[in-house]
Nanobody, 112 residues
């Protein structure tokens, strides 16, 4: 089992940027695709972005494509989510996922 710890969330104005990090411990990310999800109050958890172990393949939800960028540093067992041009509807708890393991989440709040 791998422990995932997200960080980097916070309060930002619309149009601003944040960079989230997800660090693995207990077991490496080796060979594992990583996904970011988010869950807004009263809504189901939804897929945001994913990146393959090789970094060759990335996927994005239509709602964030062109604004968010997922990347990873395999030497540091860390995955990043760069979020630009943030909108109030991006407000949610953001979670890192590796197969069946989940982090505790980090809150992102975007004010209008």
């Amino acid at each position: 089992q791998v422990q995932l710890v997200e960080s980097g969330g916070g309060l930002v104005q619309a149009g601003g940027s944040l960079r989230l990090s997800c660090v693995a411990s207990g077991r490496s990310f080796v060979g594992v695709d990583i996904r970011w999800f988010r869950q807004a109050p009263g809504k189901e958890r939804e897929f945001v972005a994913s990146i393959s172990w090789t970094k060759i393949t990335t996927n994005y939800a239509p709602s964030v494509k062109g604004r968010f960028t997922i990347s990873r540093d395999n030497a540091k067992d860390t995955v990043y989510l760069q979020m630009n041009s943030l909108k109030p509807e991006d407000t949610a708890v953001y979670y890192c996922n590796a197969i069946t393991d989940w982090g505790q989440g980090t809150q992102v709040t975007v004010s209008a």
